[in-house]
Every structure is written in C-alpha cells, then in structure tokens.
C-alpha cells in the first residue's frame, strides 16, 4: 500500500499554537500521536514589548494566573516573543500548580504534563491523568487530546481503547483536529473492534477540516490506496 504518516514529535510555536510534523510511513502501521502536548501560550499579542518576566510575575502574585502559566511556560524553554529565560522546571511546575489551583485550566494541562514527564516534580501519571481530566470537563480540549492518549496507552490509568475513542469522539465532535485525527486512527487500527476504513476516513476529514493536516494527509492517502 502506499505510504501513509508516521508520526514524530516537534513543537514549533507560532504565537498561539504548537504544529506536530510527520513523515511518511506504511499505511499497516499508521500509528495515533501519542505524544503530550502543552498548552500553548496565548496572551502575548503581535505588537508586544520586550518579555517582562518580573511584571508577569507581578501579575502572578497579584492573582493574575494566565501570568502565572506564561511564566510557567518561558521557565520549560517555550520563548515567548522575547522571553528567554534559564529553563527552572521547579519554578515552572510552582507557577503551573499556583494558576491550576486558581482554576486556570490550560495551566492544569501543563501541570499534568510536568507529572506526565516528571519535570519539576516526581513523575506520576495518575495525577498527570486527574489534570488532564479536570481541563478536559470544563471545556479544554487539549487535556481531552491529552487524557485519551493516557488511556490509549494504559498510562496511569487502565488500558482501555474504548475508554480513549469515547474521550475523543467527544472532543472531535467540539472541533478538536488531534482528538478527530486519533478517533480515526483507532478506526483504521481494528482498535474499536472490526476495522472500519469509513469511519476512518470520515474522522480524518474531520481533523483536515479542523487545520489538523496529518489528518489530510491520512484521508489522502486511504482514498489512493483505495483505487489500487
């Protein structure tokens, strides 16, 4: 068959988004993003000034946590138009659990990826999986992304196939490119029970038409393979 997209991660931030690369692969073995992703940082606008990091942490400390999570983020290396601070994962987790707590809920996507991946603190994947589940309940579709790859993949939580395609059914269908992309991907895998190509196709041409372009990819190269 002809050759799909196999899936590596690079994050590349453009103002407010992280892109996801791929290179080509064998359509057999397509395989879903299983990688975490962050939540990437929003507030800086195009005609921002010079990063201050002690007026962000200002605002932190004032009660601003979109400030406390920015500021999480420039500490883990993600540069914020001129914020390039010294990576401290450990000021960094603080600064995610402080906005967290203060019911910022791409900030608990963050912390769940420094539990996720033990940056900051002890790895622990079962809070990693509480985190993801609390921003993906009010409405943050990354950490619905997130937590279905956990169950996907047995990761602080049981394995449970069917558990993750519920998870992202439920966020594709509020317009989440990644969550569409992997729903399809399990379809195509046989991992919902029989394979079914159409459901895949049609998932994958829901992460197309949601700006997810592994997913127009994918569809392509399904419709090829099936005019062979």
Do not use: H, P
């Not at 799909?4 to 690369?21: D, H, M, N």
């Not at 991946?117 to 579709?141: H, W």
């Amino acid at each position: 068959m002809q050759s799909l997209v196999k899936f590596t991660q690079s994050f590349g931030l453009k103002f407010a988004s992280v892109t996801k690369r791929c290179v080509k692969f064998d359509i057999k073995k397509c395989k879903m993003n299983k990688f975490i992703f962050l939540a990437v940082f929003t507030a800086v606008s195009l005609n921002a000034a010079k990063c201050d990091a002690s007026g962000l942490q200002k605002d932190c400390d004032a009660g601003d946590f979109e400030s406390c999570d920015n500021l999480g983020l420039a500490y883990i290396g993600i540069k914020l138009e001129e914020c390039d601070l010294d990576k401290n994962y450990k000021k960094a987790f603080a600064l995610f659990k402080k906005a967290c707590d203060g019911e910022y809920v791409r900030a608990c996507v963050n912390l769940g990826v420094a539990y996720r991946k033990g940056e900051g603190v002890k790895k622990d994947e079962s809070k990693a999986v509480l985190l993801y589940k609390k921003a993906c309940d009010n409405g943050y579709l990354l950490g619905c992304a997130n937590l279905g790859s956990l169950y996907e993949q047995g990761l602080g939580v049981k394995k449970d196939a069917q558990k993750a395609g519920k998870i992202w059914r439920k966020a594709c269908e509020a317009k989440d490119g990644m969550s569409c992309f992997n729903l399809g991907v399990l379809y195509y895998n046989a991992m919902l029970g029989e394979k079914d190509v159409t459901s895949a196709k049609n998932y994958l041409q829901k992460a197309c038409a949601y700006g997810w372009k592994d997913g127009c990819d994918a569809a392509e190269a399904i419709e090829k393979a099936a005019k062979r």
